[in-house]
Structure formats: C-alpha cells, structure tokens
C-alpha cells in the first residue's frame, strides 16, 4: 500500500462532514493509477480505525445487557451511526441468534456512488463490510455481520443487514 495515498485518503474521509464527493474524486483518482480494489483498501482502513477508534473510546458509557445482538444493534447503529426505527430503517426479522434490519437513512456513501457511477455492491463489500465486522466482533467475538447484496440501494429502496450469532 502506498502510504502517501492512503494518507490522502484519511485526509478526504475525516473531512467530508456529510458530502463524500471529494473523497470518492480521490479514490477514483487513486483508482486510475492502480486499481479500484487498492482505493477502496485504503478507505477500508480509514473506516475501520474511526469506528475501531469511537468504539474503544466510547464501550465503557455503553449500556450493554449481555445480549449480543442487542448491544451490537444499540452500539454500531444507535449510539455510533445515530440511526432510529422508524425514521431510518426497520426491523423485518429478529430471533435470539439473527437480526434482519432494512435501512433507508441518508447515506453520503449512496449519494456519492450515485454521482460517480459506482456500483454500491462493489463499494459496500469492499470498503464498508469489514469495518462493521470488526466493530461488532469486539462486541462479542461470536457475532458476524452480513449484508444483502441483492437488497442494497439503488437497487432496492433499502439496504438490509444482518447480524449472526454463531457457536
């Protein structure tokens, strides 16, 4: 990885506020001289040591009640995206062991996507999906995240997610 642009990268993404615009111009600038996997590695790392970082700096104030997916619903999406049911999404199934949500918030991701004319799919698997699982997974180490590929905006007008509880 070449530090100087995964630096940019940081640069780009700690200062976006709620518009990814020139982040993504950066990524795809980035994209053009190696490849779009190694720009969105990079954003990957950007994401995972902010949430990596809140979630250190903030477990301790955390109300956790011993259930998994509970306190990892209550951390990564009340607490640390700012996300409520029923205004941004919706809960469509829950057992002891899953959590099935459906999301349509404001995402600076889907926006930006929509404006470059990236495939979300693409961009979500890779730059977003780990960095929630290592979020939840500090949580509880037995918990694994999981998004629908097929029901991922634009595609769908919502983005579903799912969290597991393995043994």
Same mark, same amino acid.
């Given at each position: 990885?070449?530090?100087? !642009?995964?630096?940019?990268?940081?640069?780009?993404?700690? !200062?976006?506020?709620?518009?990814?615009?020139?982040?993504?111009?950066?990524?795809?600038?980035?994209?053009?001289?190696?490849?779009?996997?190694?720009?969105?590695?990079?954003?990957?790392?950007?994401?995972?040591?902010?949430?990596?970082?809140?979630?250190?700096? !903030?477990?301790?104030?955390?109300?956790?009640?011993?259930?998994?997916?509970?306190?990892?619903?209550?951390?990564?999406?009340?607490?640390?995206?700012?996300?409520?049911?029923?205004?941004?999404?919706?809960?469509?199934?829950?057992?002891?062991?899953?959590?099935?949500?459906?999301?349509? !918030?404001?995402?600076?991701?889907?926006?930006?996507?929509?404006?470059?004319?990236?495939?979300?799919?693409?961009?979500?698997?890779?730059?977003?999906?780990?960095?929630?699982?290592?979020?939840?997974?500090?949580?509880?180490?037995?918990?694994?995240?999981?998004?629908?590929?097929?029901?991922?905006?634009?595609?769908?007008?919502?983005?579903?997610?799912?969290?597991?509880?393995?043994?």
């Amino acid at each position: 990885m070449d530090e100087s !642009n995964f630096r940019l990268v940081k640069t780009r993404y700690e !200062n976006a506020g709620g518009d990814y615009s020139e982040l993504f111009e950066t990524i795809l600038l980035i994209a053009e001289e190696s490849s779009l996997d190694t720009a969105l590695g990079y954003l990957e790392r950007c994401v995972t040591q902010k949430r990596l970082t809140w979630l250190n700096q !903030n477990l301790s104030t955390l109300r956790l009640t011993g259930d998994a997916i509970d306190d990892a619903y209550t951390a990564f999406y009340e607490a640390y995206l700012g996300l409520s049911i029923p205004d941004d999404g919706e809960v469509a199934e829950r057992t002891p062991t899953h959590l099935v949500t459906r999301w349509w !918030n404001p995402c600076p991701t889907l926006d930006a996507c929509e404006k470059f004319g990236l495939d979300t799919r693409e961009v979500c698997a890779q730059a977003y999906h780990r960095p929630v699982q290592s979020f939840v997974q500090t949580i509880d180490p037995k918990l694994r995240f999981d998004r629908n590929y097929d029901a991922l905006r634009p595609y769908t007008p919502y983005c579903e997610e799912i969290l597991l509880l393995v043994e």
